[in-house]
């Protein structure tokens, strides 16, 4: 196999550029700040190279679809997708970059459109999950009821007018046992990213080069 593809080499750059990365944050050396530096201006590279080849896969997964679909919605909608996308890209491009006003016209009435669009179905979504969480079946479901009604009415401006200590109950509630939680998840899920850090630069997770057993 060519080395090229062995494991060993990307293992190899991943872990020298990891520690290389962790060692500029700690510690204050200009020669390897310069070389950080560099990298993560390579990664806003990589990044849009990446961005360019989604662009090429959503070409081909809708043109497939324009092409050898039967059902006219589905090749409507894909050609319709195709069709912004490309516009979009365009007008993108001209002067001024991202601030043509067919640009702008075009991201606020679709783009811009589409975000409060999923976020409101979102919001049907957690109100199913939130009514059969907070099913009373024993104690702790019952303190997670009381204190998800004591965290809406803080949060509705009807809450203070029912009665002031609501308003009490729910800054204390938000500003301290929620903080905690917020708190240990962060510590949890950094504890877990350095874990999965170090698996990495030592070899025991190679998923990510899809390597399967062979080297």
């Known amino acids: 196999m060519?080395?090229?593809?062995?494991?060993?080499?990307?293992?190899?750059?991943?872990?020298?550029?990891?520690?290389?990365?962790?060692?500029?944050?700690?510690?204050?050396?200009?020669?390897?700040?310069?070389?950080?530096?560099d990298l993560q201006v390579w990664i806003i590279i990589l990044a849009a190279f990446a961005m360019f080849m989604g662009v090429i896969n959503l070409t081909i997964v809708h043109g497939r679809v324009v092409m050898r679909e039967?059902?006219?919605?589905?090749?409507?909608?894909?050609?319709?997708?195709?069709?912004?996308?490309?516009?979009?890209?365009?007008?993108?491009?001209?002067?001024?970059?991202?601030?043509?006003?067919?640009?702008?016209?075009?991201?606020?009435?679709?783009?811009?459109?589409?975000?409060?669009?999923?976020?409101?179905?979102?919001?049907?979504?957690?109100?199913?999950?939130?009514?059969?969480?907070?099913?009373?079946?024993?104690?702790?479901?019952?303190?997670?009821?009381?204190?998800?009604?004591?965290?809406?009415?803080?949060n509705a401006p009807i809450g203070g007018y029912l009665h002031p200590g609501i308003v009490t109950l729910g800054s204390w509630a938000m500003n301290v046992p929620i903080v905690a939680g917020q708190r240990a998840i962060m510590v949890g899920a950094a504890i877990g990213a350095l874990a999965l850090a170090i698996r990495t630069f030592t070899g025991r997770e190679s998923a990510w080069l899809r390597a399967g057993g062979g080297g």
Request: hydrophobic content about 55%; cysteine-free; charged content about 15%.
């Open 70 to 154: 039967k059902d006219i919605i589905r090749r409507g909608l894909s050609a319709w997708t195709l069709f912004l996308m490309y516009l979009m890209a365009i007008l993108g491009l001209l002067p001024p970059i991202t601030a043509h006003p067919s640009f702008r016209w075009l991201y606020s009435t679709t783009v811009a459109a589409l975000d409060p669009t999923v976020y409101s179905i979102l919001a049907f979504y957690i109100t199913s999950a939130s009514y059969r969480a907070f099913r009373a079946r024993n104690i702790e479901t019952m303190i997670f009821l009381i204190a998800g009604i004591i965290v809406i009415l803080y």
């Open 2 to 37: 060519s080395w090229a593809r062995r494991r060993e080499l990307p293992l190899f750059l991943s872990a020298i550029l990891g520690i290389m990365a962790f060692a500029d944050y700690f510690f204050d050396i200009p020669v390897l700040h310069s070389v950080v530096s």
